[in-house]
């Protein structure tokens, strides 16, 4: 099939070519475009209600102290971070 599309001809097993006409070429790549990349769908948001999105925030004193002790691993705290909470910014 990829030597029909890219080369206009194929090699058969009895060793003959077969070359393909430019009309069975053009259905050829058609059809194979058609299966191998389909055509994209376009989504049509324009009549779906929008939903609120909602975020969970866990904001406990135990989440907290874990981020802390992640950013201080990761040596993204200023000293004394720990302590006052505030975190380097870049």
């Known amino acids: 099939m990829w ?8 090699a058969l097993p009895t060793g003959r070519t077969w070359i393909v006409e430019p009309r069975d070429w053009l259905e050829t790549v058609k059809w194979f475009y058609e299966y191998a990349d389909p055509p994209r769908q376009r989504v049509d948001v324009a009549g779906v209600p929008r939903a609120p999105v909602g975020v969970k925030h866990d904001l406990s004193d135990d989440a907290v102290a874990n ?5 201080a691993g990761l040596g993204a705290l200023q000293p004394g971070a720990k302590e006052s909470g505030d975190a380097q910014t870049e």
Do not use: A, E, K, P
Not at 3 to 10: P, R
Not at 67 to 71: E, F, M, P, S, Y
């Open 3 to 10: 030597q029909i599309i890219t080369q206009g001809h194929v």
């Open 67 to 71: 981020l802390l002790n992640i950013l």
